[in-house]
């Protein structure tokens, strides 16, 4: 069961992440419950509500000129007995806006927690705290600023 | 029995893109069936028969000077009753070429099918369609072109 | 059970590359049995015993100013029937200090052995040979040589 239960889990999130880089966002959002929650970022970026989570993606990725990364390994799944479910995954990602000439890249931590319903496995609330980020000009590759979660300071 | 065939499918691929990077292109051949298929790039690059598949590898990326990473990423794998399955995956890829000064790397989701013979799995056909790719100098990581899915237009 | 068991040693590796890349060394160590090994670049740098590992990983990798990436990809594992196992998996690494203005990032094939110590899986050896290594300007992302196990002189 616990196995049937973490192969669904990862069934969603690798759902989640060919849907984001696809850009169906409308998808993305049935994933989550309706009263589902992020804290992309570190919790800068904070939505509540499927409504606000689609709307925030759009606004930040609609654009068919940004072009984006993101892969989840190392699943870390935790089912918990009363339907209930956790999961750290490792980020990696690039988001590429040649219009800005700016590629922004690193890695992260995923804090996830998943609900059952109705036999489903839904996203309750998705966030990640990143280890390092990169952003480099697009056209060149020159480093533009760099920060990490040992030396938050930016440097370059 | 599906996780078990899940699992199996999973190795089959895993296999496959060990024995492209490391370069043993006949025994990535023994992965497929006979009569395999493969449709890279889009359908750009078509193979039929297990035969055609590995001298189109051997003639692509024989040469030791090309080095090249293929990672698959976020199996959705689908087991049918009929000893055959689907699978879904989020390629990574970056192929070295010092000698054109290139390197090309982008990022594709493949659809593959898979079936049973004789209690093994083998790859009945794989192909995948871009998300994006880059064109780099080698030396220097400076853009040489890009395309999207969404944009297909070059630039650069 | 050799499902669990498959599952178990993922979630090992997982742990370790989490711990490795936040810099929990101490915990990390906890992974290995006493008497773990390791190998990594080829052999390059080879510990035995649990102190030593975690000696040379501080000593490595301790500095907050350098920031590394290690994921852990196509788990290929086989488990033996007398409480060993032995495991495949495909390394993208990088490794960021911008103190020295240097990444250095590639990709390698590790072997790895685990062994079960009252009922829990433990790192018995780890080791991994690369595919390939690049070394660049942190900054510029200028090429400052790289190596292949096709090719193993420098170039650049």
Do not use: C
Not at 118 to 124: F, L, T, V
């Amino acid at each position: 069961m616990a196995d049937e239960a973490t192969e669904a889990i990862r069934r969603l999130k690798y759902a989640y992440f060919r849907l984001l880089d696809t850009k169906h966002f409308a998808e993305l959002g049935e994933l989550f419950v309706e009263d589902g929650t992020t804290a992309y970022e570190g919790g800068v970026h904070r939505q509540h509500g499927r409504e606000a989570i689609v709307e925030f993606l759009t606004t930040s990725l609609g654009d068919p000129a940004i072009v984006h990364l993101h892969n989840g390994h190392h699943p870390e799944i935790e089912i918990h007995g009363d339907g209930t479910a956790t999961g750290t995954w490792y980020l990696e990602d690039k988001v590429l806006i040649p219009a800005y000439d700016l590629v922004i890249q690193g890695t992260a931590l995923y804090d996830d927690t998943y609900v059952l319903v109705n036999g489903e496995w839904k996203i309750k609330h998705t966030g990640y705290q990143r280890i390092f980020e990169e952003r480099r000009k697009f056209t060149t590759g020159e480093l533009i600023s760099f920060t990490s979660r040992f030396q938050p300071e930016k440097a370059g």
